[in-house]
């Protein structure tokens, strides 16, 4: 399985930005359907985006063009730049790997009112 590892949460206030990170190791990264979960405490995870090999993307309606989820094969990097944040935004968001069902550790964001 890939390693995959987030970076970027962080408190921001409502209306504002973050943008996560998620660079994952070994190879064929430009090949993997990659995308962003979150998860609130006692909550199922949810798919927040995805994105394909070719930069197809797909959004959970919630989203609402607030956020965008782009890629970098050269750095294997997924990234997801939000904005217009909401207090109901406050999840843990994790990066997953479609081809081998790889997870990341997650990364807190944090949104304050």
């Known amino acids: 399985q890939a390693l995959l590892v987030e970076s970027g949460g962080g408190t921001a206030q409502a209306g504002g930005s973050l943008r996560l990170s998620c660079t994952a190791s070994g190879d064929s990264f430009d090949k993997a359907m990659m995308a962003w979960y979150r998860q609130v405490p006692g909550k199922e995870r949810e798919r927040v985006a995805m994105i394909g090999p070719g930069g197809t993307t797909s959004y959970a309606p919630f989203v609402k063009d607030r956020f965008t989820i782009s890629r970098d094969n050269a750095k294997s990097t997924v990234y997801l730049q939000l904005t217009n944040l909401k207090p109901e935004d406050n999840a843990v968001y994790y990066c997953?790997?479609?081809?081998?069902?790889?997870w990341g550790h997650g990364t807190q964001v944090t949104v304050s009112s």
């Open positions: 997953f790997r479609y081809n081998d069902n790889s």
